[in-house]
């Protein structure tokens, strides 16, 4: 018998049900519930609020992204380009 309960944080909501798929839940349980720097006002409190959905009260803010995170990997990519082909266009 064990000595003691394991910590295991926020996975330990999901039980031993979810075995092998405990790190990639991990990952998206801790960035989804994290808050995120506003990118109107440099604030480190945009926040979840549902699916796709990340508010900011203060600056009355609401961006739609990723599912579990505030901007998802070719969204970015895609802002760079964006940005890279602008600074082109403008020389």
Request: proline content about 2%; hydrophobic content about 30%.
């Given at each position: 018998?064990?000595?003691?309960?394991?910590?295991?944080?926020?996975?330990?909501?999901?039980?031993?049900?979810?075995?092998?798929?405990?790190?990639?839940?991990?990952?998206?349980?801790i960035?989804?519930?994290?808050?995120?720097?506003?990118?109107?006002?440099?604030?480190?409190?945009?926040?979840?609020?549902?699916?796709?959905?990340?508010?900011?009260?203060?600056?009355?803010?609401?961006?739609?992204?990723?599912?579990?995170?505030?901007?998802?990997?070719?969204?970015?990519?895609?802002k760079?380009?964006?940005?890279?082909?602008?600074?082109?266009?403008?020389?």
């Amino acid at each position: 018998m064990a000595k003691y309960t394991k910590k295991v944080r926020i996975i330990g909501k999901g039980g031993p049900i979810m075995g092998p798929l405990r790190k990639m839940v991990k990952k998206i349980d801790i960035g989804q519930h994290t808050k995120y720097t506003c990118s109107f006002c440099n604030k480190s409190k945009m926040k979840r609020r549902a699916v796709g959905i990340c508010h900011w009260g203060s600056c009355m803010k609401r961006v739609v992204d990723g599912a579990w995170t505030y901007h998802t990997a070719s969204t970015v990519i895609g802002k760079a380009t964006n940005r890279r082909l602008k600074e082109l266009k403008d020389q």
